[in-house]
């Protein structure tokens, strides 16, 4: 079957138009830019902070450790990490129903690396004519010039934020070593490239596509809004029917509305809406469109806030409402995870015990009439200390526990694996029965932990 002409002239899709974002000035500018700068700040420089001898944050894989300034956490507390990511979900959820993409718009890393994106491309392009007319320019000597040196910086700070992203993974002053003497390993080497030239295609040409297509966000954030929800809209009742005049004209002399209809909301917006045709997915609440408009209303003597946060209720003129159903289960559920996980953290016992059967026997006949069990203790100190611990058993009678000395001595975050002989008189048991290992720190008793072991024996 043939295609019709007119879709092979047109096209299925539309063809992407680059856009090329206005500079704006403003309150909300100011604080996305100062948003930015510490969001910004926290990745870069955290890496760099020592603490007690090693790097603050570092979650050393090989190691299994993973070290959070004071805090070092084990495999056995990755229960911590789904907690916290069930808080990060349920704060989005929370944050949306009151003041929908707040986060989109000044937290986002696709924001915030976007935005610096376009500060290094107006930095050595120019302003948003000044980059359109070079984009219009046919390649020459300093279209050249701009062009490369765009992209130099370009890859230059997206190496040095892939090369970052590693450095909390291997020691960065390790690893700033290794990228000097071109030694670096395939592991370090593959993840510097693939999340430099992430962050390269994601901020530098991807942009808006990223929020408009990709992320999901953007889809489902319409289940998370109700009347009340304080979302960018445009007060159509007082903004229509736009269109210019000159300045101090009173629009009502015209028959106009307070839209001058400049189109700065349009020039100034990333993803490229126009925020007068009604709240849509794209928007990412960055309030660059409130701001340009804001800077209008002052030029043309109106009032400010034709275009603002507001919520439904609100343009309508009924009373908005902060506590509602939804944001008090949310700030409750939200309150009672938060406290629950700090009390977690800061009560978590700081030892564990983790033990494994010997797999060369099953069990032992001695020639004193007992029967011998042998398993490997594992000691996990998770605290910042040294510790001595002994080895304790229980269950059975008679039960004696046998080791290599009286203490087990365990360094600072330290795992030792210690072989353990543990013997019962031979009439005491058959078949098999769960027994209790205990281990208990000689300086600090109250740091202790237990685990169940199987021991066996033979049955007539």
């Known amino acids: 079957m043939s295609v019709p002409e007119t879709d092979i002239d047109g096209g299925l899709y539309a063809v992407r138009q680059k856009i090329y974002p206005r500079e704006i000035d403003g309150r909300f500018q100011r604080l996305r830019t100062i948003a930015a700068w510490v969001l910004l700040g926290i990745f870069y420089v955290i890496p760099w902070i020592p603490w007690g001898g090693r790097q603050a944050v570092l979650f050393d894989l090989p190691a299994r450790k993973f070290h959070i300034f004071a805090l070092t956490l084990w495999p056995q507390d990755f229960y911590f990490l789904t907690w916290l990511l069930v808080i990060a979900a349920l704060a989005l959820f929370f944050f949306t129903a009151l003041a929908g993409r707040l986060f989109c718009g000044y937290a986002c890393p696709q924001t915030v690396w976007t935005e610096t994106f376009l500060w290094m491309e ?25 062009k490369g040196g765009k992209q130099l910086l370009w890859i230059a700070f997206a190496l040095w934020t892939g090369f970052t992203f590693v450095g909390y993974f291997t020691p960065i002053r390790e690893l700033a070593g290794l990228v000097a003497n071109f030694a670096t390993g395939p592991w370090e080497t593959f993840w510097v490239l693939f999340y430099g030239g992430a962050t390269y295609v994601n901020a530098g040409f991807m942009r808006e596509q990223v929020c408009k297509y990709m992320c999901p966000y953007a889809r489902f954030q319409s289940a998370m809004f109700d ?22 004209i009173d629009p009502a002399s015209k028959g106009l509305g307070a839209c001058v209809d400049c189109t700065l909301c349009v020039q100034v917006c990333p993803t490229g809406i126009d925020i007068r045709q009604g709240l849509q997915y794209e928007c990412i609440a960055c309030a660059a469109c409130i701001d340009a408009c804001d800077e209008v209303m002052d030029k043309v ?24 159903p939804r944001t008090i289960v949310y700030a409750t559920l939200l309150t009672l995870l938060v406290a629950g996980l700090a009390w977690s953290i800061t009560h978590r016992n700081a030892v564990g015990v983790d033990i494994l059967r010997d797999r060369n026997a099953l069990f032992r006949e001695r020639p004193d009439d007992t029967i011998e069990n042998v398993y490997n203790v594992k000691i996990l100190n998770k605290d910042g200390d040294a510790h001595e611990f002994r080895i304790t058993g229980s269950g059975l009678p008679g039960l004696v526990v046998d080791y290599a000395g009286p203490t087990v001595w365990v360094g600072p975050g330290a795992v030792q694996g210690v072989p353990v002989r543990v013997r019962i008189p031979e009439d005491s048991l058959e078949g098999g029965a769960d027994i209790d290992l205990t281990i208990v720190a000689t300086d600090r008793p109250e740091l202790t932990a237990s685990g169940k072991a199987r021991f066996i024996a033979p049955t007539d």
């Open 122 to 146: 107006r930095l050595v392009e120019g302003n948003r004519s000044q980059q359109m007319k070079l984009a219009r320019a046919p390649w020459g000597t300093e279209k050249v010039l701009r």
């Open 301 to 324: 003597g109106y009032p400010r806030g034709l275009i603002r946060y507001d919520t439904q209720h609100g343009l309508e003129g009924t009373p908005r409402r902060v506590l509602r």
């Open 227 to 248: 009347n009340d929800t304080l979302i960018i809209t445009y007060d159509e009742r007082r903004g229509e029917p736009r269109g210019p005049r000159k300045k101090g």
